[in-house]
């Protein structure tokens, strides 16, 4: 079983940064394929970066890419997202995953394991 906490979310003025981390609770962390997703009110839970077990590749979707880096720290067991110029349309709780890398890694069923989300909100 994983368990995974995220923490870094708050209220932030448009233009500005968060790091997002997600703490996570297994011995295998470095097997794990790790995502972030987002979910606004209203809308469905959507894909926003994804990394490979090893850290060699990052994956993004287009309103993310080039504003949003997604890291991995093997040996703290932990998953970042650094969020730069923000805006309005970014304001959701986001949601860490891990899983075995099925693919298409953009999917919810990519992934078996979620947290619980922390929530970023934007201010204009």
């Known amino acids: 079983q994983v368990q995974l906490v995220e923490s870094g979310g708050g209220l932030v003025q448009a233009g500005g940064s968060l790091r997002l981390s997600c703490a996570a609770s297994?011995?295998?962390?470095?097997?794990?394929?790790l995502g972030w997703f987002r979910q606004a009110p209203g809308k469905a839970r959507e894909f926003v970066a994804a990394?490979?077990?090893?850290?060699?590749?990052?994956y993004y979707t287009n309103s993310a890419e080039g504003r949003f880096t997604i890291s991995r720290d093997n040996a703290k067991n932990t998953a970042y997202l650094q969020m730069t110029d923000l805006q309005s349309e970014d304001a959701a709780v986001y949601y860490c995953?891990?899983?075995?890398?099925?693919?298409?890694?953009?999917?919810?069923?990519?992934?078996?394991?979620w947290g619980q989300g922390t929530q970023v909100t934007v201010s204009s």
């Open positions: 990394i490979t077990s090893s850290g060699s590749r990052t």
């Open positions: 297994v011995r295998t962390f470095s097997a794990y394929y």
């Open positions: 995953a891990a899983g075995w890398g099925r693919w298409p890694i953009s999917t919810r069923e990519a992934f078996n394991y």
